[in-house]
Structure formats: C-alpha cells, structure tokens
C-alpha cells in the first residue's frame, strides 16, 4: 500500500490559539511515569474539541540526556526513546493536522548536549574540524577563565577542558557547550536541520534562547550591575549582561531562520529573543520574515506589576509600537515561569488575565494546565530534578514545581499515568483537573472554553480594533473592540474590593462574566454595575 501523505496545509492566523505541551508532563502511556508523544496523540480531542486549539507548541522531544529535559540535544534528527520514535511523531503529525492543530516544534539552536557527536569531536583535538563548532578560549596567563561571563545556571560559563587546555563557553550547563554561530558551518547545519524537520510537515519552531545565542567577538568582560545586593540577588544578576547576550548581530541569525522557513509556505517562528525589553526595541523583531512570519515571545503580562494602570499602560503601548502586520502574542506562563495561579498568588486574578489575554488581538499562548487552574506545587528538596534549582540554592529558582503532571481526572495520580510520576501530582489534584471541571459549569475550564468559543465566533474580537476607556474608577481597566458591525467591552476589576461603576453606555447584554455567575445574554446596567473582587465582564453594546 502507498504510504498515505499528509496533505493537509493548515495556515497560520494572528488569533491562533497556542497551546504548551510540556511532553514530559502531559501523558504517559507507557507506564514509567514520564509523558509521551503516543499520551499527547491520545489528548488531541480534548484540545481540539474544549480548548479548541491551533496549534501546540512541543517542548523538545529530540534525543537528549535529559540533563536539562530535553533542552540538552545529543542529536536533532530523532526522537528520544522516552517520548516514542519517528514513526510515532509522524502519526503525531498527521492526526494533529487532521484536527487543524499544528505543530510548532520547540528549537534549541543556542547549546547541545556535550553528548552530541559535534561536542565530541570538538573536544577531541584543537586541531579537529569541529573545534571551531563551539566556543572555545585559552586560559588568562594565570589559567583562570577568558572573562567574567556567567552561566544562567549557576557559576562561570567557561568550563576547563583538561584534554586540549582550554575552555568552552556555555550559558547554561557545563553539560550544555554553546555553538559557535560566528562560523557559517554551524549556521549551514542548523538550517538543515529545520528543513529536516519542516519536510516532515511541521508548522513552525518556538525558537530556544535565542538571546543567547551571539556573543561578543572580542570577549570583553561585562560590566558590574550597580543594583546587584549580594546574598539577596541571584549571583548571575552580578554583571550586566551587556557582551554575552542580546547582541546586535542576533537580528541576523533570526533572519537566516526565517529565510529558511520561508522556503515553505504557511510557517510561523517564535522566538524568546528577550525575557525583558522595551517594546520599541522588541519592535524591529517582528519585521524578519519576507515569507512566513515571525513574532518575539511577549513577556510582559508575566512581569506586570499587578494595576489596572499598568496592563492598560502596556497595551496601549504595544498598540502603538506594533505596525499592521506584525502578530502581537501574550504569555501568562510557560515551564520556566511559576505558575499564573501561583505568581498572581490568586485564582479569582488568574481568571480575570486569561479574560484579557483572550479577548485582545494577537496570540494567546496557553501553558498547559493554566486552564483548569493549576498551580505551583511544592517540591522537598529530596523530589528536586531541575539542574538550575538543584545548582542555585537559596534564590527559588527550580522549575519543577510548574512543570508537575496534568490533572485530567481524580483518579490516581489525576489520571496522567499508572505509575508514580517523575515529578508529584499537585495535592489539589481532586479538585483541579479536566473531568470535574467539564462537569462543573462555573470552574475556570468552563471560563476558558466560554471565551474561546465567543472569541472565535466574535467578528470584534478577532478583527475590530481595541481602545481603552478613560474610567475614573481607580482598578478598573477597559477597553472596547470594534467593528463596524459588533461592539464589544471589556471590564476588568483589578482590585480586592467590591467596585461601583457606572458608565456612558445604554444596556449591554452579557457574555460572560469571570465568576460564571451570570447567564449568557443577560441585560445589564451599566450606569449602576458593581464588581466584585477581581471580576471581569465581556459585554455586547449596541451599535
Ligand atoms: C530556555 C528554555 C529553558 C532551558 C534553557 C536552556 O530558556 O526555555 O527551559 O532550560 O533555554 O536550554
């Protein structure tokens, strides 16, 4: 029988709904208590048909030593056998497309494992074709290391490498050695590599620690961080991170990428080139792909301070930097980021930004887990796996607690595998978990799936424009999408307290409030309309 061929081409759209599958994390089938591929095929109805995704984002499935799970690759071109095989990721592919969910695979072009045989040969001999793959520099004459540069996961980021008396440069892991992106050969094969992977029908690639990966050609220390107060900040906050990150010569390399996606038609990249930046300088990231398109991940809804001036104050902004074109995206969360429920230290709140971040124009990124409530889990020292946590004590660094399993049900181990998991199931599991939520109308699943269904069957949310509204009611962020034929508001109450508003505008209808309270359609008043504590409202106005 002829092998039957994928011959779905699904396009991209700046509303496309992203969804995070953290693999190791989301399903095991195969009974070791560690997720899989052939688990995250067996979850694509619930996102296909509750969350009603458009694509997942993978996190690396390629084979690694899982020093760093997965973000450490030993060889870019398979599968790891904890996740499954090719055969299995290509079924993967298929039956997601067959779903209209695409696949963006996550990308790690900054470091590989030192596993990888690039590494291997590099390491050999200085005289090895591959030595100049990696960053390698003699000693000072003292033999101490080149520079004063930092791993982010602890220590210096230059390892002594007795065979050939030199050291290599890795930003994070000693385990995980940084390419060499100055010398067109790695350029050449990480290229390929994308190629390799979007012939196999990917959709695109979250693009790993791209911030990282060019470093200053002369190796010039960085400069002390005034602000840095010893034994209270993490030790890498020491310098500033001006010659080993961010540098200018980045634009070029994420041009490359998108020049290679751009052989193929309807790719999406996405990148982390900045976890903090000014939207005017984030803005010359999103004009890269000629074909395809290209956005740098939007952080800032995890960095807010929490006040309704402060989210308005940034979307007005972000607005205003963005040309017609560029796809604007919003993140609460991601395994590398405590929890939202967590970091906004309330559920009520987690609601009321997913209100937001699902009613705005541009992309939603959605953590898994962050729709049905999960949060943070504590995790005793003897449970810690993240090398970072386990490395930089004393600062709350470790990531495991946000990467613990799904909750799907109240089954043992909330139905993410038979075994016991690698990292525990979060105590509140009995309560926080996808089947209590379907059954229970008012949960923070059942707000998840209300706002995605208006907001795709919403003309004004997917395509009107946005303005705030000047409320003299202190807490209380609005704003309005519009067409010209459906006007839609938005009211977000930001404080702990019950809030009075009331507001030029005749009757609205109800579609939805955060509590889940109030029924679809109801009328509501709005010169006399109380909130209550960090309550959100979509309503319809008249036109
Ligand atoms: C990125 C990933 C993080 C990983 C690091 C090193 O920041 O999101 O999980 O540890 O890169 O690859």
Known sequence: ????????????????????????????????????????????????????????????????????????????????????????????????????????????????????????ESRSAKKNPKRNWYIWHKPKPDGSPPNNWLSRFGGSAWQFDEKTGEYYMHSFLPCQPD????????????????????????????????????????????????????????????????????????????????????????????????????ISEIKKYYKLCQKGQHSPFNFNFIRLPWSAWAYRNFLDNYKENLSEGDWPNFVLGNHDRPRVASRLESRKKARLVAMLQLTLKGMPFIYYGEEIGMSDVPIKPSQQKDPWGKN?????????????????????????????????????????????ELADNKSILNLYNNLINFRKKSEAITDGIYYSLDIRTKDIFAYVRETTKEKILIILNFASKRKKLSLPFSQAELVCNTYLTKKSGQKINLNKLYLRPFEGYVLKLKK
């Open 1 to 120: 029988m002829p092998k039957q061929k994928d011959k779905k081409e699904l396009s991209w759209g700046i509303n496309d709904i992203i969804y995070q599958v953290y693999p190791r994390s989301f399903q095991d089938t195969t009974g070791n208590g560690i997720g899989d591929l052939q688990g995250v095929i067996s979850r694509l109805d619930y996102l296909e048909k509750v969350l009603r995704v458009n694509a997942i984002w993978l996190s690396p499935i390629y084979k690694s030593p899982m020093k760093d799970f997965g973000y450490d690759i030993s060889d870019y071109y398979q599968v790891d056998p904890i996740f499954g095989n090719m055969k299995i990721f290509n079924q993967f592919v298929k039956e997601a497309h067959s779903r209209n969910i695409k696949i963006l695979m996550d990308f790690v072009p900054n470091h590989t494992s030192d596993q990888h045989k690039w590494f291997i």
């Open 179 to 278: 390419l060499n992106w100055r010398n067109p050969e790695v350029r050449k094969e990480m290229n390929k590599i994308l190629r390799f992977w979007l012939d196999k029908k990917v959709d695109g690639f979250r693009l790993d620690a791209v911030y990282h990966i060019i470093k200053d050609a002369k190796f010039r220390d960085n400069p002390i961080n005034p602000r840095y107060i010893p034994g209270h900040d993490d030790p890498y906050r020491q310098f500033l991170n001006v010659y080993d990150r961010g540098r200018p010569e980045t634009l070029d390399i994420l041009n490359q990428f998108c020049d290679t996606v751009g052989e193929y038609k309807n790719k999406f990249l996405v990148s982390e080139v900045f976890y903090k930046t000014k």
């Open 392 to 436: 930089v004590s004393g600062f709350d660094l470790g990531r495991d607690s946000h990467r613990t399993p799904m909750q799907w049900s109240t089954k043992k181990y909330a139905g993410f595998s038979k075994t016991k998991p690698w990292l525990p199931v979060a105590r509140n599991y009995l309560i926080f978990n996808v089947k209590k």
